[in-house]
């Protein structure tokens, strides 16, 4: 039974489809998006999208189905796939294991998709891929930037790693912030798992961790924390604290005036959506490292093409950004059709034997490509810092970056 707020939230995500494809309620939190043509004589082929479209990762969520459905619709507008239309499945996970599980079990035993997309924090990830690749016997694309460590055959990973996100930022930091940093997380496996190749990092190029701490997914004051920072001298705090806690966070760092005496905030996560949770002087100078941010769109043409089209259909919607993995889908499903394409089929194995060396020309960011044997992405990567209100593009990658993963 939906509250009053997710039916609203429901209602507002129905509306962003309302396009040329019919939008079928298919069960509570299930839609099928179903293009004019879907009669052809061969049958559809169906993607399954698992997205938290409510609950508190809804922003990434709604992002990650609203960019399906754009894909979804250039495959169509197009001529379909193998001469087959495509059909969108959707599923809402609510941030919720139990929640994902249940509706992700739809997908595959009641709507029978070809594959699945979807999903941002590691612990749904973990809860769905059971469900999907071992007794679903499916395809299953992550698309968010993530811990790294996952090798399960079937499951492709379309964001960033720490390596990707982190070993050309840690000595950046250093030499734009200092060498004392503290790491502030989130209790729970990817800020554990990514500050113990960041510790590492830091280490190797001459800086030292002086604070390190982990709070309660819904912590919010962090006086304490800040008062330590300011003690122990701290150059750059590294921060992996996820909403609700980052916000207050930083706010409270620049009311101690971290930011003021020249102090460095990081946080790989943060990108065009970090402006909704903090004024832009309390976060100015933030360093982030993403594969994309809008301000690649001004030099890029395709990238600029991609986040026009984005905007031109989901008009003041959830954001296209690389923090809640509307890229990683963008890149997962056009691997995937292009894997699709060369085998000729749908079938699992022929489909994954050609995703394992799948690459894309165009993209969000740029090109990318799967590392044979690896079932993850190199990609371009960024260097951004927060200046007046927007992301200014520092450093960029030479070339795609390998994920050093499996």
């Not at 070809?114 to 749904?124: K, N, P, Q, R």
């Not at 996952?150 to 912030?177: A, F, H, M, R, V």
């Amino acid at each position: 039974m939906l509250n009053d707020r997710q039916q609203a939230s429901r209602r507002g995500f129905f509306n962003q489809f309302a396009l040329a494809s019919a939008a079928i309620a298919v069960g509570t939190g299930g839609w099928v998006f179903r293009p004019k043509w879907a009669n052809a004589a061969l049958g559809p082929i169906k993607i399954g999208v698992a997205a938290d479209l409510t609950g508190p990762l809804g922003f990434g969520g709604g992002a990650q189905a609203n960019v399906a459905r754009m894909i979804v619709k250039q495959i169509n507008d197009s001529g379909g796939l193998l001469g087959r239309p495509v059909e969108l499945y959707v599923e809402d996970t609510a941030s919720n294991e139990a929640v994902g599980v249940a509706n992700v079990r739809k997908l595959i035993q009641r709507d029978k998709v070809d594959m699945v997309i979807g999903g941002i924090t590691s612990s749904l990830r973990n809860a769905l891929k059971d469900v999907i690749v071992s007794k679903g016997k499916t395809i299953y694309i992550y698309p968010e930037f993530y811990e790294g460590k996952e090798c399960t055959p079937y499951l492709y990973c379309s964001g960033p790693t720490p390596s990707q996100q982190t070993d050309n930022l840690i000595p950046w930091l250093i030499k734009n912030g200092g060498k004392r940093f503290a790491l502030t997380g989130a209790n729970y496996i990817w800020p554990h798992t990514l500050n113990a190749h960041v510790r590492k990092l830091i280490e190797k190029w001459g800086g030292e961790v002086v604070q390190e701490e982990y709070f309660p997914l819904d912590q919010v004051d962090f006086s304490s924390t800040v008062n330590r920072v300011v003690s122990n001298k701290v150059n750059v705090v590294f921060n992996t604290v996820i909403p609700p806690g980052t916000g207050p966070l930083f706010k409270q760092l620049y009311q101690a005036g971290f930011n003021k005496d020249g102090g460095r905030l990081a946080c790989v996560f943060s990108d065009e959506l970090q402006f909704a949770l903090n004024q832009p002087e309390e976060i100015e100078g933030l360093a982030t490292s993403l594969d994309y941010f809008q301000a690649v769109a001004q030099d890029d043409p395709i990238s600029r093409k991609i986040q026009t089209e984005y905007d031109k259909q989901f008009p003041n919607k959830q954001m296209f950004a690389a923090g809640g993995g509307a890229t990683g889908v963008y890149r997962g499903l056009k691997l995937w059709e292009a894997a699709v394409r060369e085998a000729g089929t749908v079938e699992r194995d022929p489909v994954a034997a050609a995703l394992d060396h799948a690459k894309i020309a165009e993209g969000p960011g740029g090109p990318a490509e799967m590392v044979p044997g690896k079932r993850h992405c190199k990609m371009n990567m960024y260097i951004a810092v927060a200046k007046g209100g927007k992301f200014e593009i520092l450093d960029r990658s030479v070339g795609l970056v390998d994920p050093r993963e499996c």
